[in-house]
């Protein structure tokens, strides 16, 4: 079993922020194959299952969205190189993504958060990129800012294709 776990922050005014791109693919995914997060207050955590996988959206804001992940995990029994964090990215052009192992933060707190909390970076990143802001504007309003309609049209197509790749490895 595998824990596919989209980062984000609660509430309509980030539904579609870059920094919930986490919880955007998880609820793609959950749309095309037919089954609903139910809220589960006690695991801070939205939860769905499809092909014998979890998978989740915190109900946590960003910053504390690790504890969520590890209610999660500990409630399903999933180990941490089981675990798959999805996360926007600034350090990947809008539209790129990468599928990752045992690496750092590079200072996303809701991965700085899950490493905290899971005492481990050793699980899965699949990162997807958001670009840098290209005014003097502040990483904290950028990644808080709606997507452009351009911006919109890549993510869409790249969260299509992640999810193709997380159905492969779920058969």
Do not use: C
């Not at 958060?113 to 990483?139: C, K, M, Y």
């Amino acid at each position: 079993m595998k824990l596919f776990f989209g980062l984000g922050n609660p509430g309509k005014e980030y539904k579609n922020t870059r920094h919930n791109l986490g919880q955007m693919l998880i609820d793609r995914i959950s749309q095309k194959n037919g089954f609903n997060l139910s809220q589960k207050n006690k695991l801070s955590a939205q939860i769905g299952e499809y092909q014998k996988n979890i998978f989740a959206i915190s109900t946590e804001y960003m910053n504390n969205s690790g504890i969520s992940v590890q209610k999660v995990a500990a409630y399903y029994k999933i180990s941490p190189e089981n675990i798959y964090l999805i996360h926007d990215d600034l350090d990947l052009e809008v539209g790129e993504w990468r599928l990752q192992f045992d690496r750092g933060s590079a200072g996303h707190n809701g991965v700085k958060s899950t490493t905290e909390n899971l005492d481990t970076q050793a699980f899965w990143r699949i990162r997807i990129g958001i670009g840098h802001p290209e005014t003097a504007t502040a990483v904290e309003d950028y990644v808080l800012k709606p997507l452009s309609g351009e911006e919109k049209k890549k993510i869409s197509t790249t969260i299509d294709t992640i999810i193709d790749e997380i159905e492969k490895m779920g058969r």
